[in-house]
């Protein structure tokens, strides 16, 4: 992004309601998640089988959702983690 390019949304983040901001963090975190969900997956692609990337894939999710909880990625599901 370029400086004017964060500046214009950071006046539309300003500009918006407390719930609509929370939506659009939201919305940031998911895409977030998303592009993270995609570099693994490329990685193993790389590094594992078919079959082991699915094993790890399966496993992950059971983690995220039947382990965390989380059903849904969103902020305040997430706000305690810290990227290692």
């Given at each position: 992004?370029t400086?004017?390019?964060q500046?214009?949304?950071f006046?539309?983040l300003k ?9 659009q963090?939201?919305v940031?975190?998911?895409?977030s998640y998303?592009?993270?969900e995609?570099?693994y997956?490329e ?10 990337k699915e094993a790890?894939?399966a496993?992950?999710?059971?983690i995220?959702v ?14 305690g983690?810290e990227?290692a």
């Amino acid at each position: 992004m370029t400086p004017d390019q964060q500046r214009r949304m950071f006046q539309r983040l300003k500009g918006m309601s407390n719930e609509r901001f929370w939506k659009q963090m939201n919305v940031f975190l998911t895409k977030s998640y998303a592009a993270a969900e995609r570099q693994y997956g490329e990685a193993m692609d790389i590094v594992l089988t078919p079959k082991q990337k699915e094993a790890v894939i399966a496993k992950a999710k059971e983690i995220r959702v039947d382990w965390d909880k989380l059903d849904t990625i969103d902020i305040e599901n997430t706000a305690g983690e810290e990227l290692a």
